[in-house]
């Protein structure tokens, strides 16, 4: 890596954070996993309701994963 990649990097990074703060103290904690494959090993699966909003989109596994 660059140092030109890890300055657009860490600019990116910086942006997406900001982004998510604004979001949270706004109020809107919206629970979008970016592949729900990641709720097999999060701790926080059993409070965060990504399970009631997906019964409303597609079934998921007992694991947390997309049913296929």
């Not at 657009?8 to 809107?28: F, H, K, Y």
């Not at 904690?29 to 494959?37: C, G, N, S, T």
């Not at 019964?55 to 997309?66: H, I, K, M, Q, R």
């Amino acid at each position: 890596i660059t140092g030109a990649d890890l300055t657009q990097s860490v600019t990116t990074a910086r942006t997406l954070i900001s982004l998510i703060l604004t979001r949270v103290s706004s109020g809107d904690i919206a629970v979008e996993p970016l592949d729900q494959r990641n709720c097999s090993w999060c701790e926080y699966r059993d409070v965060c309701r990504i399970r009631e909003r997906s019964l409303e989109e597609e079934p998921l596994t007992a694991d947390g994963a997309a049913a296929e």
